[in-house]
């Protein structure tokens, strides 16, 4: 199908023409009351024909749904004839990625209108394997803190997180079965507890960034949302990644709990408590005061890194960059000295356990 250049829409606009109409011109009656795959895990199990119908039935759930979760920037469903574990599966894409002829905004209404030029190292990975390009996700603005339009589908009131919130609420709200982030400082996480998912951050380095609009060099790392582990596991073993032996591990449990609010502790609590009563062994360490340091440390390291790679930026647009617009003003002021010094003691923390 034709690319088509959203300057000429709405952030929300769903460009279905000719893709669901020859989808719905193949199905008959009796499929379409067939009862369709939600997670990734019944999306591999699926037929081809399934897979057909399935996509035709998520475009229509997200037309339904999207006007009141403003989880995506573009919907514009990509033909892939290449045949993998994934062919005719859908995803999304965090918008600070590039895809060829598709929005890449970076979140921003600067950017608004911004076609992207090139596909990204992920998104020509995803087409190796067969996957279905379905559009691209909201973000935060250029991954940090202003946030997006993005509702939890969980509670419309609620947060559903960030930087990633609109690759975890569509595959929260069942509009893809997985979804692609990316994390700095939780960025992936972060909304996968919020939305209710699954969120995986795999070993920096693993995924090239080529193609990802940077914040932190050091720290960011492309990461993937689905509906349970097990789906999680299945799109890591479709990628053709290995998901190692099995093996007896403890879980290590921060002991004291981090400063968080009551609630949080008790869901933590509670979910230690069922890990035990599974069969799963749990080791108290006390790793809090590592951990703030370590935090704080991520900070530090973001702050600088991102304060130098976007202050081309900021000497353009100023202000109108918003939360980017201080985190430039305040990384700025971080010395190259204690930026070293930061770097030395994350590694030092990193492979101690080494030397």
Same mark, same amino acid.
């Given at each position: 199908m034709?690319?088509?250049?959203?300057?000429r829409l709405s952030r929300r606009s769903f460009l279905f023409a000719g893709f669901v109409a020859a989808v719905g011109r193949a199905t008959t009656y009796a499929q379409q009351q067939a009862p369709i795959p939600e997670t990734l895990t019944q999306w591999l199990g699926a037929s081809a024909k399934m897979r057909k119908l399935a996509l035709q039935r998520y475009l229509e759930r997200i037309q339904r749904m999207e006007p009141s979760i403003h989880g995506w920037v573009q919907v514009s469903p990509q033909k892939n004839t290449n045949r993998g574990r994934l062919s005719g599966i859908p995803y999304g894409v965090k918008d600070i990625i590039e895809t060829k002829g598709l929005a890449t905004e970076y979140g921003s209404p600067i950017y608004k209108g911004r076609i992207g030029t090139t596909d990204a190292a992920i998104i020509r990975e995803m087409r190796k394997h067969g996957a279905i390009l379905l559009g691209k996700t909201q973000t935060t603005a250029f991954a940090y803190q202003t946030p997006a339009p993005t509702r939890n589908p969980r509670d419309l009131d609620h947060t559903p997180g960030g930087s990633s919130s609109g690759s975890a609420a569509a595959v929260a709200a069942? !509009?893809?079965?997985?979804?692609?982030?990316?994390?700095?400082?939780?960025?992936?996480?972060?909304?996968?507890?919020?939305?209710g998912v699954t969120g995986f951050k795999p070993t920096y380095g693993l995924f090239s960034m080529e193609g990802v609009l940077p914040l932190s060099k050091s720290l960011d790392t492309l990461g993937f949302f689905t509906h349970t582990p097990a789906d999680m596991l299945a799109l890591w073993d479709s990628l053709g990644h290995s998901m190692g032996r099995s093996e007896d591990v403890d879980f290590g449990a921060p002991e004291?709990?981090?400063?968080?609010?009551?609630? !949080?502790?008790?869901v933590y609590k509670n979910a230690l408590s069922r890990l035990r009563n599974s069969g799963a062994s749990i080791r108290p360490i006390n790793i809090a005061g590592m951990l703030a340091k370590l935090a704080e440390a991520n900070l530090t390291v973001m702050l600088y890194e991102g304060a130098r790679f976007h202050k081309q930026r900021y000497d353009q647009y100023g202000n109108q960059l918003a939360d980017l617009a201080d985190l430039v003003r305040h990384g700025l002021q971080i010395s190259v000295d204690r930026y070293d010094e930061t770097l030395q003691y994350i590694d030092t923390v990193l492979?101690?356990?080494k030397a």
């Amino acid at each position: 199908m034709e690319y088509q250049n959203v300057s000429r829409l709405s952030r929300r606009s769903f460009l279905f023409a000719g893709f669901v109409a020859a989808v719905g011109r193949a199905t008959t009656y009796a499929q379409q009351q067939a009862p369709i795959p939600e997670t990734l895990t019944q999306w591999l199990g699926a037929s081809a024909k399934m897979r057909k119908l399935a996509l035709q039935r998520y475009l229509e759930r997200i037309q339904r749904m999207e006007p009141s979760i403003h989880g995506w920037v573009q919907v514009s469903p990509q033909k892939n004839t290449n045949r993998g574990r994934l062919s005719g599966i859908p995803y999304g894409v965090k918008d600070i990625i590039e895809t060829k002829g598709l929005a890449t905004e970076y979140g921003s209404p600067i950017y608004k209108g911004r076609i992207g030029t090139t596909d990204a190292a992920i998104i020509r990975e995803m087409r190796k394997h067969g996957a279905i390009l379905l559009g691209k996700t909201q973000t935060t603005a250029f991954a940090y803190q202003t946030p997006a339009p993005t509702r939890n589908p969980r509670d419309l009131d609620h947060t559903p997180g960030g930087s990633s919130s609109g690759s975890a609420a569509a595959v929260a709200a069942g !509009m893809v079965p997985f979804a692609i982030g990316e994390q700095t400082r939780g960025s992936v996480l972060r909304p996968a507890s919020f939305c209710g998912v699954t969120g995986f951050k795999p070993t920096y380095g693993l995924f090239s960034m080529e193609g990802v609009l940077p914040l932190s060099k050091s720290l960011d790392t492309l990461g993937f949302f689905t509906h349970t582990p097990a789906d999680m596991l299945a799109l890591w073993d479709s990628l053709g990644h290995s998901m190692g032996r099995s093996e007896d591990v403890d879980f290590g449990a921060p002991e004291p709990i981090p400063d968080v609010e009551p609630t !949080m502790a008790a869901v933590y609590k509670n979910a230690l408590s069922r890990l035990r009563n599974s069969g799963a062994s749990i080791r108290p360490i006390n790793i809090a005061g590592m951990l703030a340091k370590l935090a704080e440390a991520n900070l530090t390291v973001m702050l600088y890194e991102g304060a130098r790679f976007h202050k081309q930026r900021y000497d353009q647009y100023g202000n109108q960059l918003a939360d980017l617009a201080d985190l430039v003003r305040h990384g700025l002021q971080i010395s190259v000295d204690r930026y070293d010094e930061t770097l030395q003691y994350i590694d030092t923390v990193l492979f101690c356990d080494k030397a």
